[in-house]
């Protein structure tokens, strides 16, 4: 069974920094792209960044692209999201999804609150 | 680049079909079959329930069928059941490896 399982959320001051993983399990991590994804509280979903099986491509929404850093571990079957300069706008819930082009398995999300 | 245009809402009773659109433009609905549908119940993870266009997922109802004609993708639920009742969201691969989403439309079973 495919299961991806987000954490490292919580509330953060604007300007700080904040680091999410997504733990994944019941399949071949490294034979997949990843992606994030969030949603802001009672609005739509939003894509962040995906990266290639191997590391060698990442790619950002413009929204975050020069804050946000995606980064995986194969040997840990881990995806990361550093997240730096935060925003009151990046308040949502974040979500790692495996990526073919489609969203097909995606976690239960983890919140992300930047508030004073 | 600006979402994918979805109506916010659609309703319909129980047993009707009801379809959602879902606009872009040529460079993202337009030109690629990677068109796909998500279903969203309330304090849940989206899930997908159509790929490429047309495609179900495993253990998706056959009661759920995409299309898409030019810049336009629909979604249609025939036979609506109360469990239907969430929110859609639309995606399109848009180049660059970039995936762009709908605002959404929050399906009311009547």
């Known amino acids: 069974e495919v299961q991806l399982v987000e954490s490292g959320g919580g509330l953060v001051q604007p300007g700080g920094s904040l680091r999410l993983s997504c733990a994944a399990s019941?399949?071949?991590?490294?034979?997949?792209?990843m992606s994030w994804v969030r949603q802001a509280p009672g609005k739509g979903l939003e894509w962040v960044a995906n990266?290639?099986?191997?590391?060698?491509?990442?790619y950002y929404a413009d929204s975050v692209k020069g804050r946000f850093t995606i980064s995986r571990d194969n040997t840990k079957n881990s995806l990361y999201l550093q997240m730096n300069s935060l925003r009151a706008e990046d308040t949502a819930v974040y979500y790692c999804?495996?990526?073919?082009?489609?969203?097909?398995?995606w976690g239960q999300g983890t919140l992300v609150t930047v508030s004073s | 680049q600006s979402a994918l245009t979805q109506p916010p809402s659609a309703s319909g009773s129980p047993g009707q079909s009801v379809t959602i659109s879902c606009t872009g433009t040529?460079?993202?609905?337009?030109?690629?079959?990677?068109v796909s549908w998500y279903q969203q119940h309330p304090g849940k993870a989206p899930k997908l329930m159509i790929y490429?266009?047309?495609k179900r997922p495993s253990g998706v109802p056959d009661r759920f069928s995409g299309s898409k004609s030019g810049n336009t993708a629909s979604l249609t639920v025939s036979g609506l059941q109360a469990e239907d009742e969430a929110d859609y969201y639309c995606?399109?691969?848009?180049?660059?490896?970039?995936?762009?989403f709908g605002g959404g439309t929050k399906l009311t079973v009547l």
């Open positions: 999804a495996r990526d073919a082009r489609w969203l097909d398995y």
């Open positions: 019941g399949f071949t991590f490294s034979s997949y792209w």
């Open positions: 990266m290639k099986q191997d590391g060698s491509e990442k």
């Open positions: 040529s460079s993202d609905v337009g030109d690629y079959k990677y």
């Open positions: 490429e266009v047309s």
């Open positions: 995606s399109s691969y848009v180049g660059s490896n970039n995936l762009l």
